[in-house]
């Protein structure tokens, strides 16, 4: 097992407390709290408008919000050092790219800000991922334009990467290679990554960690494994469900009223519990997860 | 890697990704269709192939370890476990077989399908799969 993965030593992130609220709105992150471990894979899932775009640029330290405390590699987040900086990969929801320059312009350009850059991994990705370096990227394709933004993220090979959204206009095929090239990073470098996607099978796939954004807040995260094997939707009335919770010492995550004093709740058993046969139990896939919990 | 194991996924299925792995490589042993010596993939090589988190492939070896299907050697890829020579006779191949039938009698029953209809049904789907 590749070494990185198991150093868990200081958080590569850690958000204490935070509140953020645009001029004259309604608080956007209200008393969250996150970390992140170093080699983690996350999945940020949240519906939209839950603020993960929000969550993510404050993370960076790109917005500084009213109360709590942003740390990054250790440091504050709104001022970071150069060699912190150094070691963060962003790829923001809109790439912001400079029309005017070509492929190669742009690389030569972001790779004089950093002491590490992977120029052979960044030549590799433009031809394996179809980009012409030398046509304008005012003319490549939304697939394309997204596909450089990916790798001005990967060439400095960061420590820590933040993907808002990233695989939008990627077709199957290029998401596939994209999520391929992902899982190279970490092998090879034990890189944390945040990852926000509507896209659930990619998460599955990359992230072993799931974090549910609701109400300003990470209100769980977990490994989606054990969450896959740890939460049921039990169903009945109101009072046989609470009695059957109890008995097995259930937590409770999400509890649905219905009509007829009938409730549906979603909850998350003690590891290793064995259900008697015929527990009105049902198991739950990613996607009810994300339903009843963001 | 040749395609010997056949290793493959669903996403948005209630069974995490390293159970599914698991259930894989007990079915491929217990038919013979792997057996004894025979080298698997590399978690790294397995990872990049399915493009999944590393984490959870090695969490299905070491459970196919503890299980005795597989045997870890320093240094060298894991391989399928010397007493696993053979496909495992029907009786036990079909007990591998009983949960997914047990799940999906359940939900017949929910269903309230009449048995025969179910068994047509599953009749009918064994005969697709060896049309193919």
């Known amino acids: ?294 | 890697m040749d395609d010997h194991f056949a290793f493959s996924i669903q996403t948005g299925s209630a069974a995490p990704i390293y159970r599914q792995l698991v259930e894989h490589v007990r079915r491929r042993v217990a038919s013979g269709q792997i057996k004894a010596g025979d080298e698997i993939p590399s978690v790294r090589e397995l990872a990049l192939q399915l493009a999944v988190h590393p984490m959870t492939i090695s969490k299905a070896y070491s459970l196919l370890e503890a299980e005795g299907l597989l045997e870890r050697r320093r240094g060298l890829a894991m391989r399928v476990a010397p007493q696993h020579q053979r496909a495992q006779p029907a009786a036990s191949r079909l007990e591998l077989l009983r949960p997914a039938l047990v799940r999906a009698a359940a939900e017949a029953r929910q269903l309230q399908l009449p048995k025969p209809t179910v068994m047509k049904l599953f009749s009918d789907i064994l005969d697709e799969d060896e049309s193919r």
């Open chain 1, 1 to 294: 097992m590749n070494p990185h993965l198991l150093a868990t030593t200081s958080p590569t992130a850690e958000l204490a407390d935070v509140t953020l609220a645009y001029t004259g709105g309604a608080a956007v992150l209200q008393g969250l709290d996150w970390q992140l471990l170093p080699g983690q894979v996350v999945g940020l899932l949240g519906r939209n408008g839950a603020g993960k775009t929000t969550l993510l640029e404050t993370l960076l330290g790109l917005r500084e919000p009213q109360a709590g405390s942003v740390q990054i590699f250790g440091q504050p987040a709104a001022r970071p050092d150069d060699a912190v900086r150094a070691r963060i990969g962003y790829v923001p929801q809109q790439s912001d790219l400079f029309d005017s320059f070509t492929a190669t312009q742009l690389l030569a350009y972001f790779r004089s800000f950093y002491p590490r850059w992977n120029e052979t991994k960044a030549q590799g990705l433009l031809s394996r991922w179809d980009i012409n370096p030398h046509q304008r990227i005012a003319k490549l394709s939304g697939g394309q334009q997204q596909r450089l933004s990916i790798i001005r993220a990967l060439a400095h090979e960061p420590d820590l990467l933040v993907l808002d959204e990233p695989v939008a206009s990627l077709d199957p095929a290029g998401r596939r290679d994209f999520l391929g090239e992902l899982v190279s990073q970490v092998l090879e470098r034990g890189t944390t990554v945040v990852f926000s996607t509507h896209i659930l099978s990619d998460l599955e796939r990359v992230a072993f960690h799931m974090a549910f954004m609701s109400g300003g807040r990470i209100a769980l995260q977990a490994p989606l494994d054990e969450l896959l094997e740890e939460v049921r939707q039990f169903s009945g009335s109101a009072a046989e469900v609470q009695a059957l919770l109890q008995r097995l010492g259930a937590h409770s995550l999400k509890r649905t009223s219905l009509p007829a004093g009938r409730e549906r709740v979603l909850a998350r058993l003690p590891p290793g519990t064995r259900l008697p046969p015929g527990t009105p139990a049902e198991v739950v896939t990613l996607e009810d997860l994300f339903m009843e919990l963001t």
